[in-house]
């Protein structure tokens, strides 16, 4: 979208939206929707995913923290919320090499010790190795140093968060919180009810986190969006 002047952008109606909850995937206009297809109906353009105002690293991110199992829609939207203002006018405003690499290291450094501690305390040592990479470099050698010492779906989310250096780290972030929910959301089938909902409640505070990560970036870079932030 040229000249996307996010002042402009109506914060009651997104919120009025988000009332109905987000959906997994596209969704119905009519009905709930993703967080991309959110922004477009308050913009006023056609139902889909591309607002044409969001930086495409800052897109792909929100598309797969969206798409992974949270425990309700409203919860979805609850915790997409903040971040899907933020986003706004991110295009050609926010580097997607810098949001990459900010939202890498964070998670890194933030959401990966907080994975171990909770599935393998045996883990700490590789939990404090993550905690204090500094660089890139250190916080791909920690993730895929704790990845080969542990036999748990922890493992594979710290190795997907290590992905190719040269790749889009945002979307591997992404990618690995979604999975690591949606096998703890399914580990709560064969359990009771009560369980069940502390084990969803869990996966939301990993989506909750990577979401929070992302928009520490996005103030950090100055996305417009942020602005909106107190409305």
């Not at 890194?108 to 045996?122: E, H, I, Y």
């Not at 010492?149 to 889009?168: E, H, N, Q, V």
């Not at 869990?202 to 996005?218: F, P, T």
Request: glycine residues 6%.
């Amino acid at each position: 979208m040229k000249n996307f002047d996010v002042n402009t952008f109506d914060v009651e109606l997104y919120d009025n939206v988000l009332d109905r909850g987000l959906s997994s995937g596209l969704g119905n206009r009519d009905g709930r929707m993703c967080i991309e297809a959110a922004i477009c109906t308050v913009l006023g353009l056609e139902h889909g995913d591309d607002p044409g105002c969001v930086a495409p690293s800052v897109r792909a991110f929100k598309i797969k923290l969206n798409d992974a199992v949270w425990s309700s829609p409203a919860a979805r939207a609850k915790g997409l919320r903040d971040l899907g203002l933020a986003q706004l006018g991110s295009l050609g405003i926010v580097s997607d090499k810098e949001f990459a690499k900010g939202i890498a290291l964070a998670t890194v450094n933030s959401l990966l010790p907080k994975v171990f501690r909770a599935v393998l305390p045996g883990l700490e040592e590789h939990a404090k190795a993550c905690e204090l990479a500094g660089d890139l470099t250190a916080a791909d050698a920690a993730a895929r140093y704790a990845a080969d010492a542990a036999a748990c779906y922890a493992a594979d989310a710290a190795a997907c968060y290590a992905a190719d250096a040269t790749a889009c780290y945002a979307a591997a972030a992404a990618a690995a919180a979604a999975r690591y929910a949606a096998r703890y959301a399914a580990a709560a089938a064969d359990a009771d009810d009560a369980d069940a909902a502390a084990r969803y409640a869990a996966a939301d505070e990993y989506l909750i986190l990577s979401a929070n990560l992302a928009l520490g970036v996005l103030l950090t870079l100055k996305s417009p969006g942020c602005t909106l932030l107190a409305a």
